[in-house]
Protein backbone atom coordinates (compact mmCIF):
# COMPACT_ATOMS: atom_id res chain seq x y z
CA UNK A 1 0.00 0.00 0.00
CA UNK A 2 1.22 3.42 -0.99
CA UNK A 3 1.63 7.05 1.27
CA UNK A 4 -1.16 8.10 -0.56
CA UNK A 5 -3.43 5.28 -0.04
CA UNK A 6 -2.77 5.95 3.47
CA UNK A 7 -3.55 9.53 3.21
CA UNK A 8 -7.14 8.85 1.57
CA UNK A 9 -7.42 6.39 4.57
CA UNK A 10 -6.50 8.71 7.52
CA UNK A 11 -8.76 11.49 5.92
CA UNK A 12 -11.64 8.65 5.67
CA UNK A 13 -10.97 7.52 9.33
CA UNK A 14 -11.12 11.12 10.41
CA UNK A 15 -13.96 12.51 8.40
CA UNK A 16 -16.01 9.66 6.71
CA UNK A 17 -16.90 8.54 3.42
CA UNK A 18 -15.96 10.89 0.70
CA UNK A 19 -16.76 11.94 -2.55
CA UNK A 20 -14.79 10.16 -5.52
CA UNK A 21 -14.51 14.16 -6.79
CA UNK A 22 -12.31 14.21 -3.41
CA UNK A 23 -10.92 10.80 -3.81
CA UNK A 24 -9.35 12.30 -7.47
CA UNK A 25 -7.91 15.30 -6.25
CA UNK A 26 -5.85 13.20 -4.03
CA UNK A 27 -4.95 10.78 -6.03
CA UNK A 28 -3.85 13.29 -9.02
CA UNK A 29 -2.76 16.13 -7.31
CA UNK A 30 -2.08 15.19 -3.57
CA UNK A 31 1.41 17.54 -3.18
CA UNK A 32 4.35 14.89 -4.12
CA UNK A 33 1.93 11.72 -4.14
CA UNK A 34 -0.10 12.75 -6.88
CA UNK A 35 -0.18 11.45 -10.14
CA UNK A 36 0.31 14.72 -11.88
CA UNK A 37 2.49 15.72 -9.25
CA UNK A 38 5.51 13.58 -10.09
CA UNK A 39 7.36 13.85 -13.62
CA UNK A 40 5.67 11.45 -15.94
CA UNK A 41 6.95 10.68 -19.55
CA UNK A 42 3.63 11.21 -22.26
CA UNK A 43 3.17 9.47 -25.22
CA UNK A 44 4.75 5.97 -26.85
CA UNK A 45 6.66 5.73 -23.17
CA UNK A 46 4.25 7.08 -21.07
CA UNK A 47 1.07 5.98 -19.88
CA UNK A 48 -0.83 7.60 -22.50
CA UNK A 49 -1.04 9.36 -25.38
CA UNK A 50 -2.31 12.82 -26.34
CA UNK A 51 -2.38 15.44 -29.38
CA UNK A 52 0.61 17.29 -28.43
CA UNK A 53 2.66 14.17 -27.90
CA UNK A 54 2.52 13.27 -32.03
CA UNK A 55 4.37 15.84 -33.12
CA UNK A 56 4.57 19.96 -32.82
CA UNK A 57 1.83 20.05 -35.72
CA UNK A 58 -0.90 20.67 -33.01
CA UNK A 59 1.12 23.67 -31.35
CA UNK A 60 1.80 25.18 -35.05
CA UNK A 61 -1.75 25.02 -36.37
CA UNK A 62 -3.41 26.02 -32.93
CA UNK A 63 -0.54 29.14 -33.00
CA UNK A 64 -1.31 30.17 -36.83
CA UNK A 65 -5.22 30.17 -35.84
CA UNK A 66 -3.90 32.27 -32.89
CA UNK A 67 -2.63 34.82 -34.78
CA UNK A 68 -5.19 35.52 -37.04
CA UNK A 69 -7.71 35.84 -34.16
CA UNK A 70 -5.09 38.22 -32.01
CA UNK A 71 -3.59 40.30 -35.41
CA UNK A 72 -7.04 41.35 -36.73
CA UNK A 73 -7.86 44.93 -37.66
CA UNK A 74 -8.79 46.71 -33.85
CA UNK A 75 -6.65 44.82 -31.71
CA UNK A 76 -5.27 45.48 -28.91
CA UNK A 77 -1.58 46.68 -28.66
CA UNK A 78 -1.29 44.48 -25.64
CA UNK A 79 -1.93 40.70 -26.91
CA UNK A 80 -1.88 37.44 -24.21
CA UNK A 81 -2.37 33.80 -24.83
CA UNK A 82 -3.20 32.07 -21.49
CA UNK A 83 -3.25 28.43 -21.32
CA UNK A 84 -4.07 26.18 -18.55
CA UNK A 85 -3.09 22.61 -17.78
CA UNK A 86 0.23 22.84 -19.68
CA UNK A 87 1.66 19.89 -18.12
CA UNK A 88 5.34 19.75 -18.72
CA UNK A 89 4.99 23.21 -21.62
CA UNK A 90 5.51 20.93 -24.49
CA UNK A 91 2.56 22.90 -26.47
CA UNK A 92 3.72 26.60 -25.17
CA UNK A 93 6.89 26.08 -26.54
CA UNK A 94 5.15 24.93 -30.01
CA UNK A 95 2.95 27.71 -30.21
CA UNK A 96 5.63 29.99 -28.86
CA UNK A 97 8.36 28.74 -31.89
CA UNK A 98 5.71 28.99 -34.67
CA UNK A 99 5.08 32.81 -33.67
CA UNK A 100 9.25 33.47 -33.55
CA UNK A 101 9.28 31.85 -36.89
CA UNK A 102 6.31 33.20 -38.34
CA UNK A 103 4.74 36.31 -36.85
CA UNK A 104 7.46 38.20 -34.90
CA UNK A 105 5.59 40.97 -35.08
CA UNK A 106 2.80 39.41 -33.34
CA UNK A 107 5.18 37.75 -30.61
CA UNK A 108 6.69 40.95 -29.75
CA UNK A 109 3.41 42.18 -28.47
CA UNK A 110 2.69 38.75 -26.98
CA UNK A 111 2.83 38.31 -23.38
CA UNK A 112 2.34 34.27 -22.79
CA UNK A 113 0.74 33.27 -19.37
CA UNK A 114 0.61 29.89 -17.97
CA UNK A 115 -2.27 28.96 -15.29
CA UNK A 116 -0.34 26.62 -12.89
CA UNK A 117 -1.02 26.17 -8.96
CA UNK A 118 1.79 23.48 -8.49
CA UNK A 119 4.95 24.13 -7.93
CA UNK A 120 6.33 21.07 -8.89
CA UNK A 121 4.29 21.29 -12.59
CA UNK A 122 5.86 24.88 -12.70
CA UNK A 123 9.02 23.65 -12.56
CA UNK A 124 8.97 21.04 -15.11
CA UNK A 125 7.10 24.23 -17.82
CA UNK A 126 10.06 26.89 -16.60
CA UNK A 127 12.88 23.93 -17.73
CA UNK A 128 10.94 23.52 -20.86
CA UNK A 129 10.41 27.02 -21.64
CA UNK A 130 13.59 29.01 -20.40
CA UNK A 131 14.57 30.16 -23.68
CA UNK A 132 11.36 31.88 -23.62
CA UNK A 133 12.19 33.35 -20.71
CA UNK A 134 11.13 36.22 -19.32
CA UNK A 135 8.39 36.69 -22.23
CA UNK A 136 6.53 33.78 -19.85
CA UNK A 137 4.52 34.37 -17.24
CA UNK A 138 2.93 31.93 -14.39
CA UNK A 139 -0.01 32.33 -12.24
CA UNK A 140 -1.69 30.14 -9.92
CA UNK A 141 -4.99 30.94 -10.72
CA UNK A 142 -6.77 31.91 -14.45
CA UNK A 143 -8.33 35.41 -12.87
CA UNK A 144 -4.73 36.67 -11.88
CA UNK A 145 -3.27 36.28 -15.75
CA UNK A 146 -4.01 40.45 -16.47
CA UNK A 147 -6.31 43.24 -17.23
CA UNK A 148 -8.53 43.74 -19.29
CA UNK A 149 -7.11 46.23 -22.14
CA UNK A 150 -5.65 43.48 -23.91
CA UNK A 151 -6.89 41.22 -26.63
CA UNK A 152 -6.28 37.44 -25.18
CA UNK A 153 -7.01 34.31 -25.80
CA UNK A 154 -7.72 31.46 -22.87
CA UNK A 155 -6.91 28.35 -24.07
CA UNK A 156 -6.47 24.05 -22.55
CA UNK A 157 -5.74 21.41 -24.03
CA UNK A 158 -6.77 18.01 -22.22
CA UNK A 159 -7.02 19.84 -18.65
CA UNK A 160 -10.87 19.82 -18.14
CA UNK A 161 -11.20 15.88 -18.57
CA UNK A 162 -8.36 15.67 -15.38
CA UNK A 163 -10.50 17.88 -12.92
CA UNK A 164 -12.57 16.05 -10.10
CA UNK A 165 -15.47 14.84 -10.53
CA UNK A 166 -18.78 13.26 -8.74
CA UNK A 167 -19.77 9.60 -9.75
CA UNK A 168 -23.76 9.87 -9.77
CA UNK A 169 -25.93 6.27 -10.01
CA UNK A 170 -29.46 5.80 -10.99
CA UNK A 171 -31.56 3.77 -8.34
CA UNK A 172 -34.87 3.41 -7.59
CA UNK A 173 -36.02 6.70 -9.96
CA UNK A 174 -33.38 9.18 -7.55
CA UNK A 175 -29.88 9.59 -8.28
CA UNK A 176 -27.54 8.67 -5.31
CA UNK A 177 -23.71 9.82 -5.20
CA UNK A 178 -20.94 7.28 -5.49
CA UNK A 179 -18.72 8.11 -1.95
CA UNK A 180 -15.74 6.08 -1.08
CA UNK A 181 -14.95 4.23 2.10
CA UNK A 182 -12.38 1.88 3.28
CA UNK A 183 -13.33 -1.04 4.67
CA UNK A 184 -10.22 -3.73 5.91
CA UNK A 185 -7.88 -1.73 4.08
CA UNK A 186 -10.10 -1.50 1.16
CA UNK A 187 -11.37 0.99 -1.00
CA UNK A 188 -14.61 0.52 -1.57
CA UNK A 189 -18.01 2.39 -2.90
CA UNK A 190 -21.09 3.17 -0.21
CA UNK A 191 -24.32 4.91 -1.82
CA UNK A 192 -25.56 8.04 -0.48
CA UNK A 193 -27.69 10.66 -0.88
CA UNK A 194 -26.40 13.90 -2.60
CA UNK A 195 -25.84 16.67 -0.65
CA UNK A 196 -28.25 19.97 -1.48
CA UNK A 197 -25.41 22.02 -3.80
CA UNK A 198 -24.63 18.80 -5.65
CA UNK A 199 -28.32 17.59 -6.08
CA UNK A 200 -29.41 21.02 -7.64
CA UNK A 201 -26.60 20.61 -10.72
CA UNK A 202 -27.94 16.82 -11.24
CA UNK A 203 -29.59 16.36 -14.87
CA UNK A 204 -33.56 16.69 -14.52
CA UNK A 205 -34.78 12.98 -15.50
CA UNK A 206 -38.24 13.50 -17.09
CA UNK A 207 -40.69 10.82 -17.45
CA UNK A 208 -39.55 9.60 -20.35
CA UNK A 209 -36.34 8.85 -19.99
CA UNK A 210 -37.36 7.68 -16.11
CA UNK A 211 -39.29 5.21 -17.93
CA UNK A 212 -36.48 3.44 -19.51
CA UNK A 213 -33.07 4.39 -17.31
CA UNK A 214 -32.62 1.16 -15.82
CA UNK A 215 -30.95 1.74 -12.09
CA UNK A 216 -27.27 1.04 -11.93
CA UNK A 217 -26.55 3.89 -14.75
CA UNK A 218 -24.07 5.84 -13.78
CA UNK A 219 -22.81 9.15 -15.03
CA UNK A 220 -20.22 11.82 -13.43
CA UNK A 221 -20.72 15.53 -12.52
CA UNK A 222 -17.47 18.29 -12.18
CA UNK A 223 -18.28 21.29 -10.69
CA UNK A 224 -14.86 22.04 -10.60
CA UNK A 225 -14.52 22.33 -14.36
CA UNK A 226 -17.77 24.37 -15.03
CA UNK A 227 -16.56 26.49 -12.42
CA UNK A 228 -13.20 27.04 -13.91
CA UNK A 229 -15.01 27.28 -17.35
CA UNK A 230 -17.05 30.44 -15.80
CA UNK A 231 -13.88 31.85 -14.01
CA UNK A 232 -12.22 31.74 -16.84
CA UNK A 233 -15.09 33.26 -19.19
CA UNK A 234 -15.59 36.51 -16.47
CA UNK A 235 -12.37 37.55 -17.11
CA UNK A 236 -12.18 37.58 -20.98
CA UNK A 237 -13.53 41.06 -21.59
CA UNK A 238 -11.83 40.78 -25.52
CA UNK A 239 -11.23 37.41 -27.23
CA UNK A 240 -11.58 33.76 -27.26
CA UNK A 241 -11.95 30.82 -24.90
CA UNK A 242 -11.35 27.61 -26.25
CA UNK A 243 -10.92 24.17 -25.01
CA UNK A 244 -9.52 20.69 -26.84
CA UNK A 245 -10.97 17.39 -24.87
CA UNK A 246 -12.48 14.50 -24.44
CA UNK A 247 -16.16 15.16 -24.18
CA UNK A 248 -19.84 14.21 -24.91
CA UNK A 249 -22.93 17.03 -24.81
CA UNK A 250 -25.73 16.40 -21.82
CA UNK A 251 -27.46 14.26 -24.13
CA UNK A 252 -25.05 11.95 -25.40
CA UNK A 253 -24.39 10.97 -21.75
CA UNK A 254 -27.56 9.20 -21.98
CA UNK A 255 -27.09 6.06 -24.31
CA UNK A 256 -27.35 2.52 -23.67
CA UNK A 257 -23.43 1.86 -24.48
CA UNK A 258 -22.77 4.33 -21.51
CA UNK A 259 -24.90 2.93 -18.89
CA UNK A 260 -21.23 2.37 -16.86
CA UNK A 261 -20.37 5.80 -17.00
CA UNK A 262 -17.20 7.58 -18.58
CA UNK A 263 -14.40 7.53 -16.00
CA UNK A 264 -11.46 5.19 -17.00
CA UNK A 265 -8.07 4.83 -15.46
CA UNK A 266 -4.99 4.55 -17.49
CA UNK A 267 -1.94 2.87 -17.44
CA UNK A 268 0.61 1.88 -19.91
CA UNK A 269 -1.51 3.06 -22.19
CA UNK A 270 -4.26 0.36 -21.53
CA UNK A 271 -7.40 0.80 -19.49
CA UNK A 272 -6.77 -0.02 -15.64
CA UNK A 273 -9.07 -2.19 -13.46
CA UNK A 274 -11.09 -0.58 -10.50
CA UNK A 275 -11.32 2.89 -10.27
CA UNK A 276 -10.32 3.13 -6.33
CA UNK A 277 -7.39 0.77 -7.38
CA UNK A 278 -3.56 2.01 -6.66
CA UNK A 279 -4.42 5.70 -6.48
CA UNK A 280 -1.42 7.75 -7.30
CA UNK A 281 -0.23 5.41 -9.76
CA UNK A 282 -2.48 5.32 -12.67
CA UNK A 283 -4.36 8.84 -14.96
CA UNK A 284 -8.26 8.82 -14.14
CA UNK A 285 -9.96 10.98 -16.32
CA UNK A 286 -14.01 10.98 -17.39
CA UNK A 287 -15.39 12.83 -20.35
CA UNK A 288 -15.95 16.81 -20.30
CA UNK A 289 -19.80 17.39 -20.33
CA UNK A 290 -19.70 20.26 -22.99
CA UNK A 291 -23.23 21.21 -22.64
CA UNK A 292 -22.74 22.10 -18.77
CA UNK A 293 -19.32 23.78 -19.85
CA UNK A 294 -20.91 25.81 -22.66
CA UNK A 295 -24.06 27.01 -20.09
CA UNK A 296 -21.48 28.28 -17.92
CA UNK A 297 -19.81 30.56 -20.67
CA UNK A 298 -23.04 31.65 -21.70
CA UNK A 299 -23.98 32.23 -17.92
CA UNK A 300 -20.68 34.64 -17.75
CA UNK A 301 -22.04 36.03 -20.93
CA UNK A 302 -20.31 34.27 -23.87
CA UNK A 303 -21.29 33.77 -27.53
CA UNK A 304 -20.86 30.21 -28.58
CA UNK A 305 -18.81 30.18 -31.77
CA UNK A 306 -18.57 26.39 -32.46
CA UNK A 307 -18.57 22.74 -30.36
CA UNK A 308 -16.77 20.66 -33.23
CA UNK A 309 -14.82 17.50 -34.05
CA UNK A 310 -10.94 18.05 -33.32
CA UNK A 311 -10.41 16.58 -37.29
CA UNK A 312 -12.88 19.50 -38.58
CA UNK A 313 -11.87 22.46 -36.26
CA UNK A 314 -7.58 21.55 -37.98
CA UNK A 315 -8.88 21.03 -41.23
CA UNK A 316 -10.18 24.21 -41.03
CA UNK A 317 -7.26 25.70 -40.20
CA UNK A 318 -5.82 24.09 -42.54
CA UNK A 319 -7.39 25.79 -45.31
CA UNK A 320 -6.97 29.31 -43.80
CA UNK A 321 -3.28 28.46 -44.69
CA UNK A 322 -3.55 27.48 -47.67
CA UNK A 323 -5.06 30.72 -48.65
CA UNK A 324 -2.00 31.99 -47.36
CA UNK A 325 0.86 30.81 -49.68
CA UNK A 326 4.01 31.09 -47.34
CA UNK A 327 2.36 31.83 -44.46
CA UNK A 328 2.95 28.47 -42.65
CA UNK A 329 5.13 25.96 -42.07
CA UNK A 330 6.52 23.70 -45.38
CA UNK A 331 4.09 20.17 -45.30
CA UNK A 332 6.60 17.72 -44.83
CA UNK A 333 5.86 13.64 -44.94
CA UNK A 334 6.43 13.95 -41.09
CA UNK A 335 4.11 16.75 -40.45
CA UNK A 336 1.47 15.20 -43.21
CA UNK A 337 1.50 12.17 -40.89
CA UNK A 338 0.64 14.21 -37.91
CA UNK A 339 -2.16 16.19 -39.50
CA UNK A 340 -3.43 12.92 -40.58
CA UNK A 341 -2.86 11.08 -36.75
CA UNK A 342 -4.51 14.74 -35.50
CA UNK A 343 -7.49 14.53 -37.66
CA UNK A 344 -8.29 11.04 -38.94
CA UNK A 345 -11.61 9.74 -37.59
CA UNK A 346 -10.48 6.64 -36.16
CA UNK A 347 -7.20 8.42 -34.56
CA UNK A 348 -7.76 11.64 -32.82
CA UNK A 349 -9.83 13.66 -34.95
CA UNK A 350 -13.07 12.40 -33.46
CA UNK A 351 -12.30 11.36 -29.72
CA UNK A 352 -11.64 15.32 -29.32
CA UNK A 353 -13.52 17.96 -29.31
CA UNK A 354 -13.15 21.87 -29.68
CA UNK A 355 -15.76 24.55 -28.05
CA UNK A 356 -14.98 27.92 -28.67
CA UNK A 357 -16.30 30.78 -27.00
CA UNK A 358 -16.07 34.53 -27.00
CA UNK A 359 -17.16 38.11 -26.21
CA UNK A 360 -20.33 38.97 -28.58
CA UNK A 361 -18.49 42.42 -29.53
CA UNK A 362 -15.36 40.42 -30.49
CA UNK A 363 -17.26 37.26 -32.03
CA UNK A 364 -15.63 36.37 -35.04
CA UNK A 365 -17.30 33.22 -36.10
CA UNK A 366 -15.35 30.25 -37.96
CA UNK A 367 -15.94 29.28 -41.66
CA UNK A 368 -19.83 26.79 -40.74
CA UNK A 369 -18.88 26.54 -37.53
CA UNK A 370 -21.36 23.37 -36.11
CA UNK A 371 -22.93 23.76 -32.77
CA UNK A 372 -23.72 20.77 -31.02
CA UNK A 373 -22.43 18.48 -33.68
CA UNK A 374 -22.53 14.88 -32.97
Given at each position: ?134 GVKWV ?71 AVLPS ?159
Amino acid sequence: MNRLSLLIQEEIRRDGPISFARFMELALYAPGLGYYERQREIGRRGDFFTSVSVGPLLGELLAFQFAQWLGRPGSFDRLQIVEAGAHQGALAADILGWMRRRRPDLLARLEYCLVEPSPARRAWQEQTLRDWLPGVKWVSDVTEAGSEQASRIIFCNEFLDAMPVHRLAWNAGKWEECRVACENGVFIWQQAEPPPELAECLPRIGPELAAVLPSGYFIEHSPSAVAWWKKAAATLAHGKLLTIDYGLTGQELFRPERSGGTLRTFARHHEGGGLLDNPGECDITAHVNFSAIEAAGRAAGLATEGLMEQGKFLTQILAQTEAEPGGFESWTPSRTRQFQTLTHPDHLGRAFRVLIQSRPDATRVLANPVVNER
